[in-house]
């Protein structure tokens, strides 16, 4: 009887090992480095408190950076979650017929491609002699549009999130097509016997039944939002003059370019405190424990 009581227990026993490996022990790790200023290439550690903090917080480039994760995170909600349910919709109705599943792949896609890969192909976009987007306006007679878009100051960090938007406004258009699939066909059907339309349908029955699914994807957006890395290093690496500069990459650069584990730790605390209370208020607005 006793090997049966706990045989579950050690059945979840490996996996709990890896969680707590991989997550909680470095989460909580990394919170005590960033009261510390410490080296990768010494073993000593000096404690100075809220110093990196407080340095984190007064350098001249973390309004940048925090403007360019708001951004980020603004854009992304209003087209990947706000353009990408509209796509769910469509896809879910009578409008696309037979060729629904071929649709979705193509929304897909672009989400399995690597983001490197992506932001290679972005900077042969805009490049400012032989890209794409630039060729492309000249031969439409508009080229005083053109710009050096990833060298201009102003510009950069919007076309690394329109870049970021083209990739992943179909992942989140899958997760709602899911959602979407999951409301009761009999909802649907006595709506339209009262008369009501497909927009009619989509505001009253459809989205309010998917909430749970919506915050889940909003949620994820934010999340991504200040987790960005890739897409800013694999384009700009932070340029011109700090101006596309994010948290991410801020973290990256102090601990394997300038030696500052201290400060990249902190930045990393900064980061989860973030993306935690993100999650809180996702799941206090959704009233629900369930994502």
Excluded at 79 to 86: I, L, N, S, W, Y
Excluded at 171 to 176: G, K, Q, R, S
Excluded at 187 to 199: F, Q, R, T
Aim: with cysteine.
């Amino acid at each position: 009887m006793k090997k049966k009581k706990f045989a579950p227990y050690l059945y979840l026993l490996p996996g709990l090992i890896m969680v707590l490996g991989f997550v909680y022990i470095p989460i909580i790790v990394n919170c005590i480095y960033s009261f510390f200023r410490l080296s990768s290439y010494s073993s000593g550690m000096k404690f100075v408190g809220l110093d990196n903090f407080r340095r984190l917080f007064t350098n001249e480039v973390f309004p940048v950076m925090m403007r360019n994760n708001v951004y980020y995170c603004v854009i992304s909600l209003v087209v990947q979650v706000g353009f990408g349910t509209v796509l769910a919709l469509l896809l879910e109705s009578k409008l696309t017929g037979k060729a629904r599943g071929f649709y979705r792949n193509v929304y897909f896609i672009p989400s399995l491609i690597s983001l490197t890969a992506v932001g290679l192909m972005f900077n042969f976009i805009y490049s400012p002699q032989v890209g794409l987007l630039n060729t492309f306006l000249k031969n439409a007679g508009l080229s005083g549009l053109q710009q050096t878009w990833l060298g201009d100051k102003r510009l950069a960090i919007f076309c690394i999130i329109a870049m970021s938007q083209w990739q992943f406004t179909g992942y989140i258009t899958l997760l709602m097509v899911v959602a979407f699939q999951n409301v009761p066909v009999d909802y649907l059907e006595a709506a339209v016997i009262d008369g009501a339309g497909p927009l009619k349908r989509a505001l009253s029955i459809s989205l309010p039944l998917a909430k749970e699914q919506l915050l889940v994807c909003s949620i994820i957006t934010i999340i991504g939002a200040f987790k960005l890395f890739t897409e800013v290093y694999s384009t700009t690496s932070g340029g011109p003059g700090n101006n596309s500069q994010v948290l991410g990459l801020f973290l990256y650069q102090n601990a394997f370019l300038h030696d500052d584990m201290g400060m990249a730790a902190t930045t990393g605390v900064l980061i989860f405190a973030i993306t935690v209370t993100a999650s809180i208020i996702q799941l206090k607005v959704s009233r629900s424990g369930e994502v």
